[in-house]
């Protein structure tokens, strides 16, 4: 599953809605020359608008994300200041920090990029390694040693907590695959190999593939750790209908 990198707003109205958008505005301007657009998204319908011919001034936009807002306050020319939103503390320092509001809010959309993608350092790192002016590498305020893993521990309910790695390869082979140990010799030496019946993987791939659309995730791990959290459910779910049918056995 290809991760979108160079995205952030992830929703998307294809080129050929537009076009239609496009002549409906021209045929709706005339009678109705002022626009209000719900969900605005990343403003599509309203550049479709435009181009069908209303005002700029005449099209109202509305949109509960935080991405449509800080490009709707930018595009209108008021200040996103004035947007009722908060950041952590250490960010909000940082982005203060920047000139324009055209940094702070590119800086904001960096943050929006890397919550998406749930903190994966490594896809932190491919997103670095693509800029290659030294001077924006500096602006972007990711150091180098932040992109090496080392030692973790995080925190869970105020208790610190290690984390110790370990590297799981899954793979779905048929049953009877030959050369099996060929195949485990291109694996790393140090992980351990799970094996999963070929005829299982289009099950796998299709939720994940719900996952991705319903949790709105682009993270492979991610998704993989919430199918993790779905399963859970479903095992807690049984085990109350189990305590419960015991209960009323009784």
Known sequence: MALQLQKI????????????????????????P???????????????????????????????????????????????WEIDFTLKDKYFEKVKKLKTETEQIAYIFLLMKKSQLYDDINVLKDLYDEIHNIDLKIASGIKEEDLKISDVNVKIDDVMVDLNFELINILFL?????????????????????????????????????????????NMAAIFSKM?????????LKEDIDKAENKNKE
């Open 9 to 32: 707003f992830l929703g998307n109205t294809p080129s050929n809605q537009r076009k239609f958008a496009t002549k409906l505005f021209k045929y709706l301007v005339e009678d109705y």
């Open 34 to 80: 002022k626009l209000i657009i719900p969900a605005c998204g990343q403003f599509s319908l309203a550049k479709c608008a435009i181009e069908g011919g209303y005002k700029p001034e005449n099209i109202y936009s509305s949109d509960i994300s935080l991405f449509s807002s800080l490009l709707g306050y930018y595009y209108s020319g008021k200040s996103i």
């Open 174 to 218: 048929d049953s009877q695959t030959k050369k099996l140990e060929e195949i485990i010799d291109f694996i790393d030496k140090d992980a351990s190999v799970k094996i999963v019946d070929k005829k299982d993987f289009d099950r796998f791939a299709e939720q994940a593939r719900k996952i991705a659309k319903r949790e709105n995730i682009v």
């Open 228 to 236: 993790l959290d779905y399963v859970g459910e479903v095992i807690k």
